[in-house]
């Protein structure tokens, strides 16, 4: 039976974010609902130490892990369709390396605002806003065919989700309820198992998750009064928040480098930038680093694996834009930027293949960025049009390698 979590703090957020300008970006643990091995309950809720860009809790290892996962070009690509409640589905030719769509699917729930697959590609999820839960598909190894198999219930609006890399959890970031639920990943099934609740305080709405490539951290942006929390995952799979900053701008995106000692982030109100936060990987410890204006209504950040190289969609002005963060000392535009469609929303980066996608809502479509094989800089774009009925406005986007 599912357990909801209440919170003073929650019940404050209804008074309106105007009357609470000191706000902690750290979440409350409510409840271990499902831990993963027998363990004592975690009473943990950190509280932010004088410095509020700060927190004393160690909890990375020295030596990252990271886990193996198949490399080659992205064989299909999955857009989720809010207005039609459908998962698009769009598949490389082996031949002539272009993408074309293979039909929609049903994910069962309202309002999909959020996709993610798991590193093996076995299963895609999606997170239906509009009904509180998430969709979890089997993923055809052939064909890319999606086979809806299970729906888990969630918080009010989830609008994002990650899996972990090592495929065994998943983090879901829920704006309509300002909390984060964990679940974990049946291997078999892909059927989806609460396991964790974290509860953050009034004017703080969970709009980002993304996990470190080490699988042992993951992290939370969301606003309107900005934040980036960092929340660890122990030995027997139970969560603890470790590390919290406040930023001074509403998230939209989030992303990190391959080592995971940089995370990046993107705003789009008040202003419209891009921040890259320093990670301390022994302590957790968060530090804003730099931050650049990037203008044209940032949706969405990727990085590529060298980490010196940045990606951005831009609603605004139709374009996937680029940055350097070169030596950690600042972030600089690049000046090359590849057209994509209109409002690309949602951004994937297929680092093995050198290809960027973008999922463009107002023109209903995919575009397609090839990465030049030496620069990583964008070139000329190809549009995919996905199937206009009932309707399409894409606003998020998985790869399946």
Known sequence: MRIEALSILAVLAAVGCSQHDSYNPMPTLYQSIAPVATAPPIEVAPVLTSDPETSDVPIVPKTLAFPTTPVSEARFVYVANPCAATVSELARDA???TYATQGDVPTGGQCPA???ADPLGRFLFAANHGSSDVTTFQVDPKTGALTATSMAKTGCGPSSIAVSPNGTRLVVGESG??????FTINQKTGALTLAQLLQFGPCQTPSAVAFDPSGKVFYVAGGPKGFLAGIAIDAVGNVVPVSGIKIPCHPTGIATNALGDRVFVVCDDPDDVLIAVDNDVLTGRLNVAATLPVGADPAAVA????????YVAA?????LLTFTDDAKEKLAATNVAAKTGACPHALALDTAGGVAFTADAT???VTVVPLDPT?????TATEVPLPKEPCANPRAVALVR
Do not use: Y
Not at 303 to 310: I, M, N, T
Not at 315 to 319: F, L
Not at 375 to 379: G, I, V
């Open 95 to 97: 031949t002539t390396g």
């Open 114 to 116: 959020a996709l993610a």
């Open 177 to 182: 309820g300002g909390s984060v639920e964990t």
């Open 303 to 310: 990085v590529d694996p060298s980490g010196k190289l940045v």
């Open 315 to 319: 609603r605004d002005t139709n374009q």
């Open 363 to 365: 023109d209903g479509d």
């Open 375 to 379: 620069t990583k800089l964008p070139e």
